[in-house]
């Protein structure tokens, strides 16, 4: 795979095309970020950006996770000193998950948040966002349902880190796209440049294939999860014969969350699955590729039920390492 199709890889968008082939023509020594606000464990959706991270280790990036502590407690995760034990424990986790060590550095926010120089330039950038552009970037981010000033500050910050953390390509799942597009449009405005970015997808709710995955409703994945817990939540998972599933009778879009998983998740961390299955009912099937595996789960080749026990194997082997740094 030629660096531009593993930077890309499983990618929702980016933010352009034209600056990531400039990126992947000169990827050594340049630099990704993402960065999580420090609250609970890591879960499906942590781990879904740290795969395009592993990538981009691979493609030559050098990379930095920010544990945005400020960054949760403006949004209410709790107080600072809660937050920051909870980030050093996210770091542990990360590292467990397969993030290679030493090409990996992890800042906190009040690293650098809290410096005279950061804080005039965010109110700088304070004076060129409106309001109403501030809320519209947290819409699908923010904790609560009122909007608080705190909350408006936060992606203005967001956008003013990419800046100090000197990063040259940015990462975040597509909740994150609104806070980009205001990053792209407003620090020129200090006189930095627009930031190129990247968003993966994110995962259909598991239970009925509806809206989004989180960690706040509905059921998620988690490296607290037990090997029994993962069997569980993959069985009662939303897994339709097809990639395409038809909407809800109120019009409702529906995805397979089991095939998403599937392809964001287990092919890119492992070259070749295997289904185990009786010799009785045809023995194993093994696939190389996701494609193969979606196309025999549309094809009845392969049954959703075998296919829900594999997916609970793999996603129970990537979350070993790092449940056991949690007991
Ligand atoms: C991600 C978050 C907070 C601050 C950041 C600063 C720079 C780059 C990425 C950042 C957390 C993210 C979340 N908004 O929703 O978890």
Redo the contacts with the bound molecule.
Sequence with gaps: MDAYDLITRNASEVVTEDEVRALADDSEGKRA?????PSGVLHIGHMLTANKLIDLQAAGFKVVV?L?DV?AYLNGKGTFEEIRQTAERMKEQFIAYGLDESQTEFVL?SEFQLDESYVLDLHALELETTLSRAERAMAE?KSGDSVTVAQAVYPI??AL??VY?DVDL?I?GM??RK?HMLARDTLPSINEDAPTCLHTPLIADLGSGIGKMSSSKGVTISMEDSTEDIEDKVNGAFCPPTADPEPTDDGEERENPVLQIFEYHVFPRFERVVVERPDQYGGNLEYDDYESLEADLESGELHPADAKGALADYLDELIAPGREKIQ
């Design positions: 970020y993402v960065g999580y606000e920010l945005a960054h926010g981010i910050m967001q880190d990419i953390l940015a975040g909740e994150q806070v």
